[in-house]
């Protein structure tokens, strides 16, 4: 049923040319978010790096639940982006899911968006190098993998998966971190009313 349930393990960083990214999320735009942004649950947490360790990756976990500590903001400003992301990822079902801030100390816990099985393409923004990061654990090494911000953007491309072994994975910052995802031939449609509905084989 889900067009996720045949991804195999994928994870690029830069792949594509940033530059088109980089005019359109500039300064103006940065500010935009912040400015609009709205406290999800963001508080200043000097033990957030503690909340990030795991010791058991059994049993699969879809989101991050309540242990996150972020802001978010309008899903129509990742909209704005979607004909550019469009055109990188060269697919025309395309949508704009999460879409957040993490401000210093802030961060999402551990989870692998197994319900939700396809390609995920992120645009991130950071005010520092390497002051925030994506961790994932290597669906086949099981390695612990930390993969640190640029300053300025950096992109990511990695599949998820709806059946073993999953892609964990989780996000953490120690600046000012602005993330936007999309969700690239995801296993459904939204028709012009907003509803959902699941494509099948």
């Known amino acids: 049923m889900c067009a996720g349930n045949n991804l195999i393990f994928k994870f690029d960083r830069n792949s594509y040319d ?14 935009k978010c912040l400015s ?19 010791e058991s990756f059994d049993e ?5 639940g309540k242990n996150r500590n972020m802001k978010s903001f309008d899903k129509k400003i990742s909209e ?20 957040y801030i993490y401000p210093p100390t802030g961060f999402m816990g551990w989870h692998t968006n197994h319900k939700m099985p396809c390609k995920r393409f992120y645009i991130t923004y950071a005010s520092e190098d390497k002051k925030s ?12 993998i930390t993969d640190y911000d640029d ?30 995802g999309y969700r690239v031939n995801p296993p459904y449609h939204i028709s012009r ?3 959902l509905y699941y494509k099948h084989n």
């Open 80 to 99: 704005d982006l979607l004909p550019i992301v469009k055109k990188l990822v060269n697919h025309h079902h395309v949508f704009a899911s999460g879409h």
């Open 193 to 195: 009313s907003g509803e």
């Open 133 to 144: 990061f994506f961790r994932y654990r290597h669906p086949e090494t099981k390695e612990i």
């Open 36 to 54: 609009e942004s709205k406290n999800f649950n963001y508080n200043l947490n000097p033990n957030w790096q503690e909340l990030l360790k795991k």
């Open 151 to 180: 300053k300025g953007i950096t992109l990511r491309e990695f599949n998820v998966t709806q059946k073993p072994p999953y892609f964990w994975h989780c996000v953490g910052s120690d600046c000012i971190r602005i993330s936007l």
């Open 18 to 31: 940033k530059s088109t990214v980089e005019e359109i999320v500039n300064s103006d735009f940065i500010n």
């Open 60 to 64: 699969p976990l879809n989101t991050s």
